[in-house]
Every structure is written in C-alpha cells, then in structure tokens.
C-alpha cells in the first residue's frame, strides 16, 4: 500500500513501497532543506494513503 508523509514546509512526498518513500523524502530533505534523514526518521512520520 502506498504510503505518504507531509514535509513541514507543506509538501507532500508519495511513494508506492516503503524504499520508495524514504527514498523520495530523503532526496527532498536534502535538497530542500539540507537535512539528512534516516530511515527510521522518514517511516516514523509516514502514514498510509487513504
Ligand atoms: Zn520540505
């Protein structure tokens, strides 16, 4: 199931499996805000899409 996560900023990062997700966040982390995050950090503040 796809699951999503809201950045602060308001953006909303999508991603069909969890690899996907975390990877997608963290690409927008560190290009938008210079912020590394890790694995367990992205899945911690993801939440399935309804
Ligand atoms: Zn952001």
Redesign the pocket.
């Known amino acids: 199931m796809a699951k999503i996560m809201q950045?602060?900023?308001g953006?909303v990062v999508r991603g069909e499996t969890d690899d996907e997700l975390v990877a997608n966040v963290q690409e927008?982390a560190r290009e938008?805000?210079d912020m590394e995050l890790t694995r367990e950090q992205v899945l911690a503040m993801a939440q399935q899409e309804e």
Do not use: S
């Open positions: 950045c602060d900023c953006y927008h938008v805000h």
